[in-house]
């Protein structure tokens, strides 16, 4: 199995970046499906951002052209970047890896979480 640990969130205005990170230990992270999901206050939790082993990857109509996902393999590292940050977008945001094939996009598919890190946009 695979460990993930989420960093890099924070307090940003509106307009600013961030750049999220999930080290991944145990297993190497190249050997999932990784996706990024958020869950804002009293709401469920919504993938943000999936990135499958053939490097196929899938946003969520919300964040396309303003957040990216990405890997490196040799960090065993999942990041994403997120830009032109809204309040809308603040939320506690969570790392997660998916072991079947065939895994998409829904929470439930994914089999390993991280503890989460929040970001925060204020207006």
């Known amino acids: 199995q695979v460990q993930l640990v989420e960093s890099g969130g924070g307090l940003v205005q509106a307009g600013g970046s961030l750049r999220l990170s999930c080290a991944a230990s145990?297993?190497?992270?190249?050997?999932?499906?990784m996706g990024w999901f958020r869950q804002a206050p009293g709401k469920g939790r919504d993938v943000v951002a999936t990135s499958w082993r053939s490097g196929s990857t899938y946003y969520a109509d919300s964040v396309k052209g303003r957040f990216t996902i990405s890997r490196d393999n040799a960090k065993d590292t999942v990041y994403l970047e997120m830009n032109s940050l809204k309040p809308e977008d603040t939320a506690v945001y969570y790392c997660?890896?998916?072991?079947?094939?065939?895994?998409?996009?829904?929470?439930?598919?994914?089999?390993?979480w991280g503890q989460g890190t929040q970001v925060t946009v204020s207006s």
């Open positions: 145990g297993r190497t992270a190249s050997s999932y499906t």
């Open positions: 997660a890896a998916g072991a079947s094939v065939g895994v998409g996009v829904a929470p439930r598919e994914y089999d390993y």
